[in-house]
């Protein structure tokens, strides 16, 4: 069961930066407080030091510390994310990686409407909803992703150690290229999508993922399309959503990054210890 949360974060803060990274890291840091592992803040940027076991680490979550780099580079590559998911059996939105503007064209002239995104971009960057092939001409097209255009809610399902311990539903309003203002709604545990929860565990599984947020779409028809994988989600709309539970994520984050550095028992010791019992 997902605990409902909702804290208040008063720790230093490195710097008078406005980023959606540095309020994530914010709530780290408060939460490896509270673990007691004597953060302090290295860089003004949001990577800080925490003590485990006697020893200095270093959290950097534009690293997402909780996967692998193979792993990150594999889903923060859309194009070969979709590529394994495929492999998988798992449903795509229409997509295609053009080498040239006559193939851009051609999928436009496909589907009517389409999503051009960059292949490495993050953060709803960049993006550009296209209906004239015409919109196609100021982009390097080889190093975008072009998907269908399909309207609908988006969902976002925060996926740790193979289970989902959050949920919420965004509202950008209608552009897709500008800055939108945003609106989070999260679920209790009960209202979530029993399929997306285990789909979303699949994604995660599938890229070898401790740690995602599996971003979909679902349309009119209440059909979900997996929109993107993305290994370093922003924490702050779990923790202060629009409206909704709140979900202690970076707490949630912080236990994992503490288990997975718990000190290992030799398996000789081990053996031992079992047969003196």
Known sequence: MVTAFVADFNVAKPGALHSPKLS???LLYGAATRLGLQPVWITPDGVFAVTINWREM??????????SDNSVSLAKDK??????????GITNIPFARPQSYAQAETFLARHGAIIAKPVAGSGASDIHHVTQASQLEGLNVQNYILEKYIAGQEMRYLVLDGSVIGMYHSEYGVSVASDRPLQCISYPEDAWDDALVALSSQIARALDLTFA?????????GHAHVLEVNTMPDLKWF?????????????????AILAANQPVMPEHLLTAKVRSS
């Open 24 to 26: 994530t890291a914010e």
């Open 58 to 67: 270093y959290i950097n979550f534009a690293r997402s510390p909780l996967n």
């Open 79 to 88: 194009y070969i994310a979709r590529l394994i998911l495929e492999r998988h």
């Open 213 to 221: 947020a599996v971003d979909y779409l679902v349309d009119d028809d």
């Open 239 to 255: 923790h202060s959503p629009t409206s909704g539970p709140a979900v202690d994520a970076a707490g949630r984050f912080m236990h």
